[in-house]
């Protein structure tokens, strides 16, 4: 009985990791495609905060402009604020190319 109550309880955790992963897939697959809108996220967290948006040039760090690509991506940045001033350091986490057909 015991055994077979642990073999359940894995069986459901297995077939939970697939589904996260399939939602995960077709979300980021819809988002590429444009049948989705992807979110735009600007949270902070003490000296940590999170941006993520749409932008034409996935090279460009957030909060300075550059010049625009001829491809639209969707970007996710790190960005630590330094205690002793305004610079920051950022690092891209995710950047996904939109399709251009859209």
Not at 18 to 33: A, M, P, R, Y
Not at 68 to 93: A, E, F, I, K, N
Request: aromatic share 6%; glycine share 8%; net charge positive.
């Amino acid at each position: 009985m015991q055994q077979r109550l642990h073999m359940s309880c894995v069986g459901a955790i297995a077939a939970g990791a697939i589904c996260l992963v399939v939602v995960c897939l077709g979300l980021s697959i819809g988002v590429q495609h444009g049948a989705i809108a992807a979110p735009v996220i600007d949270q902070r967290f003490g000296q940590v905060h999170i941006v993520s948006y749409l932008t034409w040039n996935a090279r460009c760090t957030p909060f300075v402009g550059c010049e625009p690509t001829t491809r639209q991506s969707y970007v996710v940045w790190l960005v630590m604020d330094r205690p002793d001033g305004p610079v920051h350091d950022s690092r891209r986490l995710l950047a996904v190319p939109l399709d251009p057909g859209r």
